[in-house]
């Protein structure tokens, strides 16, 4: 039986993929290296040095820098994240996120937050929904980011809960490799082809709705 929800953050409860997005095509501006939305798939759901990495490597300047001037470039394009995030309000959650956060307590569910984001408890302040948590995994304290799915273990861990009293929920293709290792039922959010390992999908955020979801754990 489906105990608790755990939620990725960025591009899930808020549209803030978008500002990493258009923070890390600030910075690839700054190196000469091309960012577009495409490629940028492919930083969803890993870790700011992960991606600066694979920036890096695709702009073919991997061996350009030393680590102390990478941690100086992933935390000048954080500065720009932040000023993103700074102007967050509660409006800004994205459709349907309220009312699934707000009937999952209804229902008694747990919820978590499993996100690689060192930025997640700010963002989920300035949104206003951060009382909706009974936990929040700290990305620092794992050993291994999406898509190994220790990060969605840790946050059924945090909630009492095994992986399989729990719903996953993802906007990224790595992110649902996480939550499908972890042994969780995976809620894809977004279009199908990228969402296609995904044990249901919607398209955007305002079709998650939690009895859809508990119907579809039921069908399993
Ligand atoms: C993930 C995002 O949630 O967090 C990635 O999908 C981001 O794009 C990662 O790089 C780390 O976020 P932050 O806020 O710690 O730089
Ligand atoms: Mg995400």
């Known amino acids: ?75 000048k394009k954080n500065d720009v994240y932040k000023k993103y995030i700074s102007e967050i309000v509660p409006t800004d959650i994205l459709p349907g996120i309220n009312d699934l956060l707000s009937e999952a307590k209804v229902r008694g569910l747990k919820l978590s937050i499993a996100s690689a984001s060192m930025n997640a408890p700010d963002i989920l302040k300035n949104l206003k929904v951060d009382m909706y948590f009974d936990a929040i995994v700290n990305p620092a304290s794992l050993k291994h980011g999406k898509p190994d799915p220790e990060i969605f273990i840790k946050a059924a861990q945090l909630l009492g809960l095994s992986p399989e009293q729990c719903i996953g929920i993802e906007d990224a293709e790595a992110g649902i490799e996480a939550i499908n290792g972890a042994g969780m039922f995976s809620v894809g959010v977004g279009a199908e082809i990228l969402m296609k390992n995904a044990d249901f999908f919607v398209a955007e955020t305002n079709y998650l709705n939690l009895g859809d979801l508990l119907s579809q754990v039921g069908k399993c």
């Open 1 to 75: 039986m489906i105990k608790g929800l755990v939620l990725d953050l960025d591009g899930v409860i808020a549209d803030t993929a978008e500002y990493h997005y258009l923070a890390w095509k600030w910075l690839g501006e700054q190196l000469g290296i091309q960012i577009d939305r495409e490629f940028n798939e492919q930083l969803k759901g890993i870790s700011r040095l992960e991606s600066l990495e694979l920036i890096l490597t695709h702009g073919q300047l991997n061996d350009a820098f030393s680590e102390v001037e990478k941690n100086n470039l992933a935390a």
